[in-house]
């Protein structure tokens, strides 16, 4: 029985990690500290947004509350949904701060 893991490198930046193929790209990359944000790992909070500028992959459902479907057919994932099939080239795409304002005193 062979139990070989594959495993692809992700480039981050300046950083390049190998990955699993068998676990979600979050998965890896939450393991690494200061690469990515803390996240829920299932969809749910969006602070996982990458933009995939290189690479192949398989991906899961994606959230329609933070990737659309234009977005995704441009590469813009969530990477707790992907599954790294080569080697690949990623950003994360910040979310936006909320602005609380104060009117009055």
Known sequence: MNST????DITVGEKVLSCAQDKHLMDS???????APKGC???GCGVCKIEVLSGEYESMVMSRKHISQ???DKGIVLACRIFPRSDMEIKFIAKPKKITYTIGD
């Open 70 to 72: 234009e977005e995704e």
């Open 41 to 43: 790992h299932n969809g």
């Open 5 to 8: 893991v594959l495993k692809s």
């Open 29 to 35: 990359l939450s393991s690494r500290s200061g690469v």
